[in-house]
């Protein structure tokens, strides 16, 4: 399948009375370190706290009505479950979701607030989806997928949409990149919306799956797994890959300094909480200002989620 | 002297083109929790983090030209030394700022980044006036007091005059209180611009001079000072007392934890960063959320200036 400008259209129309139109705020200070315009869209202010709202939408939204009615599903102990989760309230639909028995209490709470129901599982991957399999199997309930779903990728879209159609003649977009769902949507919409706008990734050094495939030609998994951007430790998908193949110009990896020190910009500057994954593309900017000097430089602040309990650990 | 509607004006008029003109925001979470309907102003989004700039500015606009180019001077180690400093810088005058030598390295590179000139004094308020008046006899530069001064509670008073014109039919307003120059500029804007609205006051239990001084009818000290919110150490003055007898309906006093509470919430849910001293307000009206149910309460977040290396201590 292939999305076209008409699809992301389609969603954005779908989606926009249930979501937030984010605001693009900028910094001076910002701009005079990295040598650029930097405009900032800030989806940590969406519903959620971050755009995951926005691809979980339009999944749900697109499904028939009976099927909605069924109830939905995922695996996810972060953004997509409480995604998920408000969706369903939103439609008024049951939400199932399997997290891993380790997840961080506040996780889980905040899922059930929205009121899904979960079902807890060992921590890896082969539990999660057998959980996953017996929950659907029972429910009927339609598994959502946190990326590797054409709805999912249109969701996502819609944020550089509004990003290009607020904020004209940018030079370039920076994402992060994690499954790969948001970047591959923002590529599309920069291709159809802006299509001077060159496409940039971010993506940790503890999690270089991404940066790797692209050089290999095929999804690989990262070398090793470590890293505080917590949103971005899965690895590209078989619909995702593709589009970042054709459309994302570069990606480039931060280490979890360099993250520290542009969430340390962030929140002493801009006064504003993002999460760490979050802000992996001012991270990446920062890192690499000679090629982007002078540059009207889009970056997407993807979520705003974090435990406040860790802030003492990074800063 | 009596602070008029036209002073207030003349005082808007006079810094609005130096001044960011801050968002107003609401958060349908915060609502729910405190059973009102909540609007936030965020001067934590003004130049230098914080209200002050305000006051200095209109304070120094309002000296006359060769005065001003005498330069300007004052002893803060907290806001009114960057607002001071920023002014200075803007209106193209020197600054010279009195701080104590224990003040953290990173407010002191803030007052240098402005360009202003720092000396270092014993950390005690004699030691800083007896080095101030030095300083101000050696170079001829005008004093600006931090809150006890017209022309300060004047400027001070824009923020409120703009919070009202922007919602309108507040009910309250609940501002922090430390030297009284906010609290006092935000009664007499509620006055003059928004009659309707009771102006309420928040001070940490642990700075609670105000409360004191309004109950005995003069100028008390605290009975013990301890508190992490470090914008509120001071004590009234004798030009913002009879200003806040006069128009301040009440003060509510908030522990430490409460302000904390406050803090993580406005952090969690609104993804923004707002100090101590800042939540304080937020703080007052949760705990006495029975007097302000169903109301329209606007709240003053004073300032955003967090050292981040603290808030590991805090959540």
């Known amino acids: 399948m292939e999305i076209t400008r008409h699809h992301i259209q389609e969603a954005h129309k779908r ?13 001076s200070t910002i701009n005079r370190l990295a040598g650029a315009e930097v405009f900032f869209k800030c989806e940590n202010f969406q519903k959620i706290g971050a755009f995951k ?13 009976e099927k909605q009615q069924q109830g939905i599903a995922t695996h996810s102990s972060g953004n997509h479950a409480q995604a998920i989760a ?3 309230r939103e439609v008024g639909t049951k939400a199932y979701i399997v997290m ?21 599982c060992e921590p890896n991957q082969q539990a999660r989806e057998r959980t996953l399999q017996e929950v659907v199997d029972r429910t009927g309930a339609e598994f959502i997928h946190p990326y590797n779903d054409y709805a999912v990728i249109t969701g996502q879209a819609t944020c550089a949409k509004e990003l290009v159609e607020e904020i004209s003649s940018l030079d370039a977009i920076i994402a992060p990149v994690g499954g790969g769902g948001l970047i591959s949507g923002t590529s599309l919409s920069a291709h ?4 001077a706008a060159e496409v940039y990734a971010g993506e940790p050094e503890g999690a270089a799956d991404a940066v790797l495939s692209i050089k290999s030609g095929k999804i690989e998994t990262a070398p090793y797994v470590k890293t505080i951007a ?15 193949c054709r459309f994302v110009k570069d990606i480039f990896t931060v280490s979890d300094e360099e993250i520290i020190e542009a969430m340390r910009l962030v929140f002493e500057r801009m006064k504003i909480v993002v999460e ?40």
């Open 53 to 65: 709202i926005r691809g979980a939408m339009n999944a749900v939204l697109s499904l028939p009505k």
């Open 230 to 244: 917590d949103g971005l430790l899965t690895t590209l998908g078989d619909k995702t890959f593709p589009i970042i």
């Open 86 to 88: 408000c969706v369903a």
């Open 15 to 27: 989606v926009k009375p249930f979501i937030h139109h984010t605001p693009v705020l900028t910094s």
């Open 192 to 195: 159809y919306f802006s299509p």
């Open 100 to 120: 891993p028995s380790t997840s961080p209490p506040v996780k889980v709470e905040a899922v059930r607030g929205y009121g899904a129901e979960i079902f807890f």
């Open 276 to 315: 760490p994954s979050g802000v992996v593309p001012l991270a990446a900017l920062l890192k690499n200002r000679e090629q982007f000097a002078g540059k009207r430089v889009g970056i997407i602040f993807s979520g705003g989620n974090v435990e406040l309990k860790r802030l003492g650990e990074w800063f």
